[in-house]
T-cell receptor, first 112, second 115 residues
Framework: KAGVTQTPRYLIKTRGQQVTLSCSPI?????VSWYQQTPGQGLQFLFE???????NKGNFPGRFSGRQFSNSRSEMNVSTLELGDSALYLC???????????FGPGTRLTVL | AQSVTQLDSHVSVSEGTPVLLRCNYS??????LFWYVQHPNKGLQLLLK??????LVKGINGFEAEFKKSETSFHLTKPSAHMSDAAEYFC?????????????FGQGTELSVKP
């Protein structure tokens, strides 16, 4: 099976702009989770979607949002970008009822 | 609340010597525990997972981890380090079903392997 794919791999944006990141899970996986990785804060959970519904949300401002489509692909959106949003954004998928998550390569976002 | 503490931010070993990466966890119930590895500019790769079937878990690339409930530890070991093992390692605990698949990560241990 193909692994988790994320697009784009690299993004450069300026403050105030918005950005959309995309994630395609492993075929058959219905759960998609998003994480932010920064040198200072480490890996932090953003949110999880299961069958197009947000099942859990981490402690991030409302500028961070996501959605999941009927084919389980997921997008996350960050509006009004700040310098501190520069990070590696990782997507992970898991099968329904399983807590083992498989990660994609990530999207490196740089905010100037 | 569940948490994970990795006791060393950086470990340096020589090639061919044993590796020990230490992890303690806190959980109000019997959790699933994982070790993931991240090579530079890459995503996270699952090394191994503990459920409750066996306390000694074997993973990929010769790594294994032992779950010790009395010590709330889940240390990662490898008998002989290889240069390709140089990477960052994360000890991870999973939330309950009600936490919707949220993983809680330790701060990571950077492993350096000297020739």
């Amino acid at each position: 099976k193909a692994g988790v794919t994320q697009t784009p791999r690299y993004l450069i944006k300026t403050r105030g702009q918005q950005v959309t990141l995309s994630c395609s899970p492993i075929s058959g996986h219905r759960s998609v989770s998003w994480y932010q990785q920064t040198p200072g804060q480490g890996l932090q959970f953003l949110f999880e979607y299961f069958s197009e519904t947000q099942r859990n949300k981490g402690n991030f401002p409302g500028r961070f949002s996501g959605r999941q489509f009927s084919n389980s692909r997921s997008e996350m959106n960050v509006s009004t970008l700040e310098l501190g949003d520069s990070a590696l954004y990782l997507c992970a998928s898991s099968a329904g009822g399983e807590d083992t998550q498989y990660f994609g390569p990530g999207t490196r976002l740089t905010v100037l | 609340a569940q948490s994970v503490t990795q006791l060393d931010s950086h470990v340096s070993v020589s090639e061919g010597t044993p590796v020990l990466l230490r992890c303690n966890y806190s959980s109000s119930y019997s959790p699933s525990l994982f070790w993931y590895v991240q090579h530079p500019n890459k995503g996270l790769q699952l090394l191994l997972k503990y459920t409750s079937a066996a306390t000694l878990v074997k993973g990929i690339n010769g790594f294994e981890a032992e779950f010790k409930k009395s010590e709330t530890s889940f240390h990662l070991t490898k008998p002989s380090a290889h240069m390709s093992d140089a990477a960052e390692y994360f000890c991870v605990v999973s939330g309950s079903y009600n936490q919707g698949g949220k993983l809680i990560f330790g701060q990571g241990t950077e492993l350096s392997v000297k020739p």
